[in-house]
């Protein structure tokens, strides 16, 4: 198992510009996360999925969007970005049952300048 | 509002001695806790957790404490060496009726340094 992969590891984007984070996990997890990583802050949750077609806001959704069309994906989409999305973006998922722990994947580091 | 807060942006110690790790929440509703470790351009990675029924839980090498009293946890790690040099990260989560989804709210993490 590959786990959660992530990509592009890095990547600079100008003001305005629009990019998709790619998520993918193959341990048929139901339970898929975005998480940012800011400097000297703990991780805050971006967007949650709990299945394929359902998706809900976390605690700072404000400029971005999500799809769940399959079980293994959960691409993350900025359109229009900001300096303040400078971030590292952790992607995770768990299975549905019990108080199981998120497996993350390796982070995106993105820059917006 | 920072529900869990980790008050010590870093640590040091020697290898060989005990490491001791803070964390303090205010949500009475959490009742999960777990500790993640996290290694420079690598995603965090599960370590232990305590469910708020028990007071403490043994792995190895890591034990969790958890005081709910206080809404405190401390993750204890004996004896340190300095492969556990990492940041760690204390997260909870609240069971909701089934409805939180396993939603993690994360501490700001505390750097570890252990010397040899």
């Known amino acids: 198992n590959a786990g959660v992969t992530q990509t592009p590891k890095f990547r600079i984007l100008k003001i305005g510009q629009s990019m998709t984070l790619q998520c993918t996990q193959d341990?048929?997890?139901?339970?898929m996360y975005w998480y940012r990583q800011d400097p000297g802050m703990g991780l805050k949750l971006i967007y949650y999925s709990v299945g394929a077609g359902i998706t809900d806001k976390g605690e700072v959704p404000n400029g971005y969007n999500v799809s769940r069309s399959t079980t293994e994906d959960f691409p993350l989409r900025l359109e229009l970005a900001a300096p303040s999305q400078t971030s590292v973006y952790f992607c995770?998922?768990?299975?549905?049952?019990?108080?199981?722990?998120?497996?993350f994947g390796p982070g995106t580091r993105l820059t917006v300048t | 509002d920072q529900q869990v807060k980790q008050n010590s942006p870093s640590l040091s110690v020697q290898e060989g001695r005990i490491s001791i790790l803070n964390c303090d929440y205010t949500n009475s509703m959490f009742d999960y806790f777990l500790w993640y470790k996290k290694y420079p351009a690598e995603g965090p990675t599960f370590l232990i957790s305590?469910?708020?029924?028990?007071d403490k839980n043994e792995d190895g090498r890591f034990t969790v404490f958890l005081n709910k009293s206080a809404k405190h946890l401390s993750l204890h790690i004996v004896p340190s060496q300095p492969g556990d040099s990492a940041v760690y990260f204390c997260a909870a989560s609240a069971n909701a009726g089934g409805t939180s989804y396993g939603k993690l709210t994360f501490g700001q993490g505390t750097i570890l340094t252990v010397h040899p």
């Open positions: 995770a998922s768990r299975p549905r049952s019990g108080r199981a722990s998120l497996y």
């Open positions: 305590i469910s708020s029924i028990k």
């Open positions: 341990m048929n997890h139901n339970y």
